[in-house]
C-alpha cells in the first residue's frame, strides 16, 4: 500500500522515466519508437512495470499515470523533432483512460500544446477496452483516430481475441503478442498462428509488428512471414531518452 502513495509521489516529482524501444521494418527503417515506463523507487530499487501499473488500474491512478506519461512522451517527440529526428512514438494506455470522459480531446489538445502534429502518435490498446462499454470504446477510438492519432492493437492473441473486436476497432496496426513470436522459430504450431494473424491482419489492411524478436532466425522467419515491423532485444531493448536519441543518430 505504501506503493501507492510512493508512486503518486514519485509523478507528481517527475521520477518515473519513459524509455524507448524501436520498432523497425526489415530494411532497417525507424517505424517507431514504443515509450515503456520505469520506475526506481529510492528504497526497493526498480519496481517492475507490469506491479505498478496494476496498482495504478486498482487505486484510480491510471488516469494520472497515463497524463503523466503523454505529456512526457510528447515533450520528447518535440525535442527530438526540433533536432530533425522525426520519429513516431507509442504510448500504452489502459481500457480505464479510454472510458474516461473527454479522453480524445484532452490528447488533441496535448499534441497541439506541443506543437506535434496527431500523426506522429500512436496509442497503443488491448482488446480490454472493449469489456467495459464498447459502445463508448469504440466512441472515444473513432474521436481519437478522427483528430489523427493512429492506433495500435496490443498483445495480440492473448486472452479472448476474437475477430469481432479487430473489425470493430478503428486501429491501423496490430502487434503480435511476444508469447508466440518467442518459439517462432522452433514451434510448426506459433509458426502457423503466426502466418494466419499476418495474412488476416493484412487482408484487414492492417500493418503487423511481431513482439520480443530475440534472435536472426526469428527476424527472418518473420520476414518471410510478410511481417511488417519488429520489436524486440535482437534490434535495441527500451533505452532511455539520452542513448534513444544516439541510437535514432546512429540509425541515420
Ligand atoms: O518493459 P515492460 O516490462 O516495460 O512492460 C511491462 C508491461 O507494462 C507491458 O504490458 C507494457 O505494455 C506495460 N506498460 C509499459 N509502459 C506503460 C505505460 O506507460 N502505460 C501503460 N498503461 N502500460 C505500460
Ligand atoms: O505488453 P507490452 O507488449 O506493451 O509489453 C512489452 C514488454 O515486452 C515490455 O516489458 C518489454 O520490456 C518486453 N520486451 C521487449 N522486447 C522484448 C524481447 O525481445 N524479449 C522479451 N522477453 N521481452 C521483451
Ligand atoms: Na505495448
Ligand atoms: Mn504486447
Redesign the pocket.
Known amino acids: 500500500l505504501g506503493l501507492l502513495g510512493d508512486l503518486r509521489r514519485a509523478l507528481d516529482a517527475g521520477d518515473v522515466e519513459l524509455h524507448y524501444q524501436p520498432k523497425v521494418g526489415f530494411d532497417g527503417h525507424v517505424a517507431g519508437l514504443e515509450?515503456?515506463?520505469r520506475w526506481v523507487h529510492p528504497d526497493r530499487g526498480r519496481v517492475?512495470?507490469?506491479e505498478f501499473?496494476a496498482i495504478a488500474e486498482s487505486s484510480g491512478l491510471m488516469p494520472h499515470?497515463?497524463e503523466y506519461?503523454l505529456e512526457t512522451a510528447l515533450a520528447q517527440v518535440a525535442r527530438w523533432r526540433a533536432q530533425g529526428l522525426y520519429v513516431p512514438v507509442a504510448?500504452?494506455?489502459?481500457p480505464r483512460d479510454v472510458h474516461t470522459p473527454g479522453f480524445a480531446g484532452a490528447v488533441a489538445a496535448r499534441l497541439a500544446r506541443h506543437g506535434v502534429p496527431a500523426g506522429a502518435l500512436q496509442l497503443e490498446i488491448t482488446e480490454h477496452v472493449l469489456l467495459e462499454d464498447p459502445q463508448r470504446a469504440a466512441d472515444t477510438l473513432a474521436a481519437l483516430t478522427g483528430h489523427g492519432v493512429k492506433m495500435s492493437l496490443?498483445d495480440f492473441g492473448t486472452g479472448y481475441s476474437s475477430l469481432v473486436h479487430l473489425r470493430r476497432l478503428p486501429v491501423s496496426e496490430l502487434k503480435i503478442d511476444r508469447s508466440f513470436v518467442a518459439r517462432l522459430a522452433i514451434d510448426a504450431e506459433d509458426a502457423e498462428i503466426v502466418r494466419c494473424t499476418v495474412d488476416l491482419a493484412h487482408s484487414l489492411g492492417l500493418l503487423v509488428v511481431a513482439e520480443g524478436v530475440e534472435d536472426d532466425e526469428t527476424w527472418e522467419r518473420l520476414r518471410d512471414l510478410g511481417c511488417d515491423a519488429v520489436q524486440g532485444w535482437l534490434v535495441a531493448a527500451?533505452m532511455p531518452p539520452q542513448e534513444t536519441t544516439a541510437w535514432l543518430r546512429a540509425r541515420g
Open positions: 515509450a515503456l515506463v517492475p512495470p507490469d501499473i499515470l497515463t506519461v504510448v500504452n494506455v489502459s496490443d527500451a
